[in-house]
């Protein structure tokens, strides 16, 4: 016991010293613990807001791709409806031309010769090519338009 004889010379306002010192040594600890995690969450906040202008430029990059497409889309039903309708309008003249032309309405009886029917798959494949090629075609063949009577 020794220890404890030695630790009463030391006098109250030493004692009241070292206990000071303690909690300033804990509160430094824990402010500097604060600062780092105030440094942690700012880090966090700048990457979040990163991340946040990152995906607002994808999103708008997307509206503007789904604006550019439903354009082209509705162009491309806008052509579709020309294209019907004057399709509708070309069979339409046919189909009056069958009835008021005698000479027609006999050969439109008459199955196409397979020749005739074999060059016209002939050149639809060529058309069929070139419109794959081409953006803007209807994707109507020439064999779609040649299915007509053949025979038995």
């Given at each position: 016991m ?35 995690e ?9 990457t979040?807001?990163?991340?946040v202008?990152?995906?607002e430029s ?22 579709l ?6 399709h509708?309008q070309?069979?339409?003249a046919?189909?009056?031309l ?8 006999d ?7 397979g ?5 016209m ?11 794959r090629?081409?953006p803007g ?6 064999e779609a ?8």
């Amino acid at each position: 016991m020794p220890f404890l004889k030695m630790l009463r010379w030391v006098s109250g306002w030493l004692w009241a010293v070292i206990a000071l010192v303690i909690a300033a040594f804990l509160l430094w600890g824990h402010i500097q613990g604060l600062g780092a995690e105030r440094d942690e969450a700012i880090g966090q906040l700048e990457t979040s807001r990163l991340e946040v202008a990152v995906l607002e430029s994808a999103l708008e990059w997307r509206r503007e791709q789904a604006s550019r497409q439903l354009q082209a889309l509705e162009a491309r039903e806008a052509e579709l409806q020309r294209v019907r309708a004057e399709h509708s309008q070309q069979l339409g003249a046919l189909d009056q031309l069958e009835q008021t032309d005698e000479e027609t309405a006999d050969w439109a009886g008459v199955a196409v010769p397979g020749a005739v029917r074999d060059w016209m798959r002939q050149l639809s494949g060529e058309v069929n090519r070139t419109d794959r090629d081409d953006p803007g075609s209807t994707g109507v063949s020439v064999e779609a338009i040649t299915r007509t009577k053949t025979p038995d």
